[in-house]
């Protein structure tokens, strides 16, 4: 096969293999048939043969280079082993580089941390001393951890007579059959009463009675709010129940407005965000 050929063709049939093929350009290669051959002539590492071929070609035009071999195979002999021998050097090049760079690195390190140690043992920190306090300071300092314990000592006085007057309150309630054992009064007042205002019942009595065949049922918070707008409107010398029809639509009307009024907004809100959306894709766009 000629160098011209080559340049055509790399697939031959070698003699010692008639039912293979091989390339001229990659001696390592064998092929089982033609479809094979064609994949490797599309494959990366043929292709980098190809180029290797194409440049020691330039090279034997050069002025001062000898006659160029006849047989393709001398050529890449002569030439790609010399390509291959390059790079496996170069690679090793680099990695003693490399591990030249990590000890040197490694014993950087080593010196500074000993020079580190070697500072703090000729520059060592002074230790630290207690403060001393004038009588006057020791004084001020004295006042102020009695005056905290006094008042830590009120903070917990004043819990345990709170808890004290609850626990009274509920013996006189279940006393009087008003409650059973475990529920809290509120409707007299004082620290058993409720944000809902006197009557109303915030109390887990429905669910500790359980036990003892005491419970009660549960009232909803909604009914318990109910309970203190009558409780106001009874101190306040008012009936509940004489609503007018009035007063019952004008409460109706004023709840639909509220409603469309929040309609409304989050409706705006949106529009707002959607908009926004789309300027700002606009915008990348």
Known sequence: MSVEQVNTNPIFAPADRPNKSACV???????????????????????????????????????????????????????????????????????????????????????????REAYKAEHPKPSKQPKVLSESEQAALDARRAKKKLETAARKAVKQERKANRERERQQAFAAGNLNANSVPVASGGSGSSKYGAGASTSRSWRDGAAGGLAKKRVSPRMIRKRARDAKLLAMGIDPAAKTGDEEMSRKLQKRKKKQEKHEKQSAKRKMMAAQRFNNKGSRN
């Not at 035009?61 to 050529?75: A, N, T, Y």
């Open 25 to 115: 350009l990659c001696p390592s290669k064998t092929f089982k048939n033609d479809h094979m051959a064609t994949l490797h002539l599309k494959s990366g590492s043929h292709l980098r043969s190809l180029k290797r071929w194409h440049a020691a070609l330039e090279n034997y035009q050069k002025p001062g280079r000898g006659p160029r071999p006849e047989d393709p195979r001398v050529i890449v002999a002569l030439n790609f082993r010399k390509i291959e021998t390059q790079r496996v050097l170069d690679k090793a090049r680099d990695k003693a580089n490399t591990q030249a760079k990590v000890a040197a690195r490694r014993a950087r390190k080593v010196i500074k941390k000993a020079e």
